[in-house]
């Protein structure tokens, strides 16, 4: 699937990625209020990342409705809609509102933007998180997802209070916090002090994020962090994720889903697998190399 917000709402990517090509779509943040977002400029490159500071600018609920949705409906896929709130209630009102609506399949709560303060309320403690989950769980019967932050010492912790408060799965990682400064300047190089970090700098910490939340619940987790090639999807099938998003990639290569998809066949074949369920979790620690205390007792 293409991440939230790199994929804006669709119609720019429309030449690029025929209906098909994805399975499910998921759109940029939705908040019930419109937000202009945060002052320019809102994304520059790092040497191995995008540091962003969008802001979670949308057009709110009620365009939302009006106008993308409908646009969205045409690529004819199961659209997983990424919420935003700055109370529980305004993430309420966004599902509520769009229940049941043509291929709105279900939705993915946004409980973890570094770039705006209440996102990432939710998303370091795992008690508001879980308040979060429990109060939209009885308003969906779609899919519901919880997308984590990386930026917390225990992904597992949140992982957990995500499960056991009723989400279907959970997606994982968010951007970094991160920042970059003109020094002669003193100044931050993006319009706020800080913002978030993506692409492949983070793969390496999304990675390991995965396979500690994949350790840690049932439920399917869906990998996202800088994922630019098949060979980076079955490394993180093979610490346990189940499926995957692709982010900042899309903006290097807006043709990558299709193309993903194909060496993703490619490579299963030459490797004598027959589906990515064969992958899936086969990841293990080399019990040689351990130290005795973290040796697993089989
Ligand atoms: C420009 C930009 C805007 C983003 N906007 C959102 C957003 O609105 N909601 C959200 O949940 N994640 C947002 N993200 C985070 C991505 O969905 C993804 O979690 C993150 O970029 C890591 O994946 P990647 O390295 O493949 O980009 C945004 C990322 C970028 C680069």
Known sequence: MPASGTFGYGEEFEPFLPPGTFSAIVPKSI???TRIGNPPPRAIETPSGLLNSIGLQNPGLDQFVESYLPR???????????VVGR????YCKVVET?????????????????NVKEGLLFGLDPLATSQLIRAVRPLTRGVLMAKLTPN???IAEQAVAAE?????SISLINTIRAMAVDWRSGKSRIGTETGGLSGPAIRPIALRMTMEASRAV???VCAIGGICSAEHVLEFISVGASLVQVGTHLYREPTCLPQLLQDLRHLLAAGDFTALDDVRGNFHPDQDRLP?????VP
């Open 31 to 33: 908040s019930v209020e």
């Open 164 to 168: 056991e408060a009723g989400a279907d």
């Open 87 to 90: 109370t529980v209630e305004d």
């Open 98 to 114: 769009l229940e049941g609506l043509p291929l709105v399949a279900g939705f993915e709560l946004n409980v973890s933007c570094p």
């Open 218 to 220: 049932q439920i399917p």
């Open 72 to 82: 969205l409906q045409r690529y004819g896929v199961p659209i997983l809609v990424n």
């Open 292 to 296: 005795d205390r973290e040796r697993q």
């Open 152 to 154: 917390v010492t225990d």
